[in-house]
């Protein structure tokens, strides 16, 4: 049900609904992109199934989007409420049907901007929703709709759930999004946004000639298009002659620079100008660089939600929130045994995930205070020493050539130079140049500490430095994603299938402490408080070094040394003080590939190299450890010969 300005009667209906509502409601949010920071809620849907239907008597119309039976009430009661001219949907789940009240409130669509509500009124309407203890508000990916609400309407939920974390706990490796669930579990084929997208058509004549009759440069004129409210929309078009000279020229206004535009370039696609001078006209008129504008647009189906007209918007809306109450309803109460928790993983849902879950709302919201003086100092000074390095390789070699190539690379190490090429690739013959092999070329030629000293302050440019300067929010923060479970791999494949909390954009459990670079300084507790750090180190290897009876860990560890770095010095034969990041990585990769038996492909896999590589990276660890290799073989023939595996 679609809620706009002449249906605010049904729109205080509803909230007396859902002030008598105990239990649960679902929630969702329509925005213009996933930034949290520039992007902004359009519209929010909700689904309630009522505790209490008295008397009423209905009038069949139809069937949603996803063919769920859907009737107009005639008269009755909802929650002790008066509910005629409520739409009520039947939601077919294994534990019976449930009919349920589903309404969309839109504010910020494209199109007919005049009928929908005021970006206030829905904050009236949400906000004491939000602020109820009683009253669990769930949502599938609840997170980022809390997000949501925080940055962008000043609004925090209190008492969340969420069914993507209760699929986790059903099946941790399957894919969790909402629209995969429908189909695979509930046999629900859903509306994709892009089946509803409607794009903006322009008349060209008609722009042509309003154009020639105000001398205004069509660019401007698109652009000012695009926010006028007063353009009403007749048969996809704009009605162009709605507008007067003043209206158009009122509406040429500078605007930042944010998701609104990747609508714009989508809109204007049907008119006759390019890409480039679409930029350009952009940056003309906010005062930027064309190119800058083109870094900010970002094209994808989920973008289109601001283009969608407002009746198939609710659609979409609300089916997300009714697929959510259904899957809710399968794992808690359903009779299906392939979707229903059982009662141990409803208890941890309860007791250990949601807590968490409300917790990690909260820390992201905060965000962590980050000094931009200290990286920008931390990037000026390591581009310095790179361009220097650059240099000494160019004299090292006697060759001008581009380093971050491997095939460039390679023909000056290996035909110019005249080092012997310790692996190729058997599919693409390319010679390898990765961190493993030149690690162990390392005492063949002087450029080799270069070039390894130069990958590695690359790295804590790019990956560190320039990364997290360029997540720095407007108040100074960073507002990492933190993930409980492996969720996120639906959204950046950032998520641990191990449950261990993992986080990004950017990644805060990995910023790197270097002797030279310390970034983790730049991050820092408001005053007043403490960032905590605590981690169980190396105790997997502590453990394991103590019953194969591992001397070198041992030794490490009496001593307090880095346990990795003390593998890496004796893998490669170099001083402790020589070991390279890089080398240190390699290292710990291989310590816990020994650990929990990871095969040749797996550690390929992660220290990116090829399969023969692997291979010898493997072959050069266990040699570096022959306790550890006799006290594994001797676990799996034990294993073996009590049949345990």
Same mark, same amino acid.
């Given at each position: ?25 679902? /929630? ?30 209905? @009038? ?41 009240? $589903? ?56 008492? %969340? ?74 048969? $996809? ?101 392939? /979707?229903?928790? $059982? ?8 007791? /250990? ?37 650059? @240099?000494?390789?160019?004299? %090292? ?94 959204? $950046? ?22 002797? @030279? ?118 676990? /799996? ?9």
């Amino acid at each position: 049900m679609l809620i706009t300005k002449d249906r605010m009667y049904e729109l205080h209906m509803l909230s007396k609904i859902i002030e008598q509502h105990t239990g649960k409601i679902y /929630i969702d949010t329509e925005t213009r992109g996933l930034d949290y920071e520039h992007d902004n809620i359009i519209g929010t849907s909700i689904t309630i199934i009522p505790e209490k239907i008295e008397d009423l008597n209905v @009038e069949y119309c139809g069937t949603t989007i996803n063919n769920f039976d859907r009737s107009i009430v005639i008269s009755g009661n909802i929650n002790g409420v008066p509910s005629k001219g409520l739409y009520v949907t039947y939601l077919p789940t294994s534990a019976g049907i449930f009919p349920a009240v $589903s309404f969309y409130t839109p504010f910020g669509h494209f199109f007919r901007r005049r009928e929908q509500l005021l970006k206030q009124e829905v904050i009236n309407f949400v906000k004491p929703i939000a602020d109820r203890t009683d009253l669990e508000k769930i949502g599938h990916n609840i997170k980022f709709d809390a997000r949501m609400f925080h940055h962008s309407m000043n609004i925090d939920l209190i008492n %969340m759930g969420d069914t993507m974390l209760l699929d986790t706990l059903r099946d941790e490796t399957s894919p969790h999004k909402l629209k995969v669930l429908a189909d695979t579990l509930l046999n629900i084929k859903v509306k994709e946004i892009k089946d509803l997208v409607k794009l903006l058509m322009y008349s060209k004549e008609k722009i042509s000639e309003i154009c020639k009759y105000t001398k205004i440069d069509p660019h401007i004129l698109l652009n000012a298009l695009v926010a006028d409210d007063y353009c009403i929309l007749e048969n $996809s078009e704009y009605n162009l002659e709605a507008l007067s000279i003043n209206k158009i020229t009122n509406r040429i206004r500078t605007h930042p620079v944010n998701s609104y535009y990747k609508r714009l370039l989508n809109a204007i696609r049907k008119f006759c100008i390019s890409d480039n001078d679409l930029f350009q006209a952009i940056g003309t008129e906010i005062g930027c660089d064309a190119n800058y504008v083109k870094s900010k647009i970002k094209r994808g189906a989920e973008d289109y939600i601001f283009l969608v007209d407002i009746n198939s918007a609710a659609e979409y809306a609300c089916q997300d929130t009714e697929l959510t109450a259904i899957l809710d309803i399968e794992y808690n109460r359903g009779s299906r045994d392939n /979707i229903r928790l $059982s009662d141990s993983l409803v208890t941890l849902y309860t007791d /250990i995930e949601k807590p968490v879950l409300e917790s990690l709302v909260g820390i992201e919201n905060e965000g962590l205070p980050c000094d931009r003086d200290m990286l920008e100092n931390m990037l000026s000074d390591i581009s310095i020493r790179l361009d220097k390095l650059k @240099e000494d390789i160019y004299d %090292m070699t006697g060759e001008t050539f581009n380093i971050n190539s491997t095939e460039e690379l390679g023909v000056v190490l290996f035909d110019i130079i005249g080092l012997p090429c310790l692996y190729v690739d058997p599919k693409t013959g390319g010679r390898s140049t990765n961190e493993y092999v030149l690690s162990t070329l390392v005492k063949e030629h002087p450029v080799i500490d270069k070039l390894l000293l130069y990958r590695e302050y690359d790295k804590i440019k790019g990956t560190y430095l320039e990364s997290i300067l360029n997540k720095i929010w407007a108040d100074g923060k960073i507002r990492p994603q933190y993930w409980q479970t492996g969720e996120s791999r639906d959204k $950046s494949g950032s998520g641990t299938v191990t449950g261990r909390l993992s986080s990004s954009k950017p990644n805060a459990q990995n910023i790197v402490h270097h002797k @030279e670079f310390n970034i983790r300084n730049a991050i820092y507790a408001p005053e007043g408080y403490y960032i905590v750090s605590s981690d169980l180190s190396q105790i997997e290897l502590v453990g394991y070094g103590f019953y194969a009876m591992d001397y070198a860990i041992i030794r490490a560890r009496k001593r307090m040394e880095d346990l990795h770095s003390g593998r890496a010095a004796s893998i490669y034969a170099v001083p402790v003080h020589k070991v390279t990041d890089d080398m240190r990585k390699i290292a710990k990769t291989m310590a816990f590939a020994m650990l929990y038996g990871a095969g040749v492909g797996l550690v390929a896999k992660r220290l990116g190299i090829s399969y023969n590589e692997a291979k010898k990276v493997i072959y050069d660890f266990k040699k570096s450890t022959p306790e550890g290799e006799k006290f594994t073989r001797s676990v /799996i023939n034990f294993v073996r010969a009590k049949k345990y595996g």
